[in-house]
């Protein structure tokens, strides 16, 4: 298994030098995160888990587009444990179990198991920040929005009342401003039929499409906001996480 060049102590001190966007921020159970780490500029992907660093889930779910498409549109690996250089981390059978409902397009199914997978970045990421978590990897095989809509749905519905991560792995470039803001404007607006479009046309630059809508839908169930993380000139990629509404004091 390949895995990127870099250490714990390496983690945790880039982590140590990134700060929160504000500590008003709460219950953020939802990240947006470029697939994989640049030992050369790790601070792309622990500006974001640094915000959640300080919380604890019990499960962590990583949510990622497969490059093409799978004979099972949506699989879930049949691993009972992933392992990183930090460590084993277990698959929660019991949700797994619970997603892979036959009658829909949920199956336990290796067709897209592979090194390339970004649930091993996200393991090392959340390893880093907590111990004592278990995890659920989901594929997204299939290109059609209605199975995007399909995932979306079945997260709300199982994820919305526990203490869980979902993490969507997606690389947004960060030298495409325009593309930023046109998806800040469609998401802004509200306007989910004109994302859809936007996120399958050739258009887009967006790796990752798949994920990053389904990761929108979910934010939109929950009513969370949606933050992204600045462009500077050493980001390559942007991310980004979604959070409850902060409450402005009565005046």
């Given amino acids: 298994m390949a895995f990127a060049n870099i250490t714990r102590e390496e983690l945790k001190s880039s982590l140590k030098k990134t700060t929160p966007v ?64 930090f460590g084993e ?13 036959e009658e829909d397009d949920f199956y336990i199914n290796d067709g897209g ?7 091993y970045t996200q ?5 880093v920040c907590q111990d004592d978590f278990d995890v659920v990897s989901i594929q997204i095989g299939d290109y059609d929005p209605a199975i995007v809509k399909e995932l979306a749905f079945a997260l709300d519905e199982l994820f919305r009342n526990r203490n869980a991560l979902l993490v969507f792995c997606c690389d947004l470039p960060s030298s495409n401003t325009a593309e930023l803001e046109k998806l800040k404007s469609l998401i802004e607006s509200n306007n989910e039929s004109g994302l859809h479009h936007y996120l399958n046309s050739k258009e887009k630059e967006v790796e990752g499409a798949r994920a990053f809508m389904t990761g929108i839908l979910v934010s939109k169930y929950w009513d969370l906001d949606i933050w992204f993380t600045p462009v500077n000139e050493k980001t390559t990629y942007t991310g980004g996480f979604a959070h409850a509404p902060i409450v402005q004091p009565a005046v």
């Fill in 113 to 119: 198991m592979s090194d390339k997978m970004s649930l």
């Fill in 22 to 85: 504000s500590l008003e921020l709460n219950n953020i159970k939802l990240l947006f995160v470029p697939t994989h780490i640049d030992p050369e500029n790790p601070e792309e992907l622990t500006s974001i888990y640094k915000n959640v660093c300080s919380s604890h889930f019990d499960t962590l779910v990583v949510i990622e587009s497969y490059n093409g498409e799978l004979e099972k549109k949506l699989s879930i690996p049949s691993n009972h444990s992933f392992t990183t250089p």
């Fill in 123 to 127: 393991l090392m990421m959340l390893q």
């Fill in 89 to 101: 981390v277990l698959v929660n059978d019991k949700l797994r179990n619970e997603l892979c409902d």
